[in-house]
């Protein structure tokens, strides 16, 4: 089973700065990686898969990167809804599917 | 538009049954694998099980292996979860997905709580 690991834990950044969020795969997904975006009382949203593609409807600020084992989540130019818990994944290696422990992003 | 509505939650006894159902809508439901994905209070997401386009193909975590069975309706446009044996350390938000890898969209999920 491939293990996520997801840095830090929380963020804290203000309106209008960047995020960067990092996920650690123990092994090489090979770029078969998604983020997913989970609002308080909603359901996770797909963001990134491919690790780089953008799913439809996401907005250019949020950008995925990376390859082998470490991927990159970035969120230019935050904005008040990026405020969210944020999940790497991984669909190289199945099964299992496995998903990392969640960044919490908070907005000052 | 693409929507999944799951039923079915509650509370349970340790060691009791329950039957998830999550109703598809807005897609071919028949031409897309589908996934279980639960999530304990206050905490990460685990994939469970997914199902291929016909049925032939199940797949689950090892922790519900022998318990927890997947299957699906495509005339129904309808995706199950049978869990039997149900332990505290099931206790959830099961959210159904489409997809086989990355998983969109996702369901508003049902909550099962297994306590006596």
């Known amino acids: 089973e491939i293990v996520m690991t997801q840095s830090p834990a929380t963020l804290s950044v203000s309106p209008g700065e960047r995020a960067t969020l990092s996920c650690r795969t123990s092994q090489s997904v090979s770029s078969n990686l998604a983020w997913y975006q989970q609002k308080p009382g909603r359901p996770p949203r797909l963001l990134i898969y491919g690790a780089s593609t953008r799913a439809t409807g996401v907005p250019a600020r949020f950008s995925g990167s990376g390859s082998g084992t470490e991927y990159t ?14 999940y790497c994944q991984q669909y190289n290696n199945w099964p299992p599917v496995t998903f990392g422990q969640g960044t919490k992003l908070k907005i000052k | ?14 060691g009791g049954s329950l039957r998830l159902s999550c109703a598809a809508s807005g897609f071919t439901f028949s031409s897309h694998w589908m996934s279980w994905v639960r999530q304990a209070p206050g905490k990460g997401l685990e994939w469970v099980a997914n199902i ?65």
């Open chain 1, 73 to 86: 989540l970035t969120i230019s130019s935050l904005q008040s809804e990026d405020s969210a818990v944020y």
């Open chain 2, 52 to 116: 291929n386009e016909d049925g032939s193909e199940k797949y689950y975590v090892d922790s519900v292996k022998g318990r927890f069975t997947i299957s699906r309706d495509n005339a129904k446009n309808s995706l199950y979860l049978q869990m039997n044996s149900l332990r505290a350390e099931d206790t959830a938000v099961y959210y159904c997905a489409r997809g086989l890898l990355s998983l969109d969209p996702w369901g508003q999920g049902t909550l099962v709580t297994v306590s006596s």
């Open chain 2, 1 to 14: 538009e693409v929507q999944l509505v799951e039923s079915g939650g509650g509370l349970v006894q340790p």
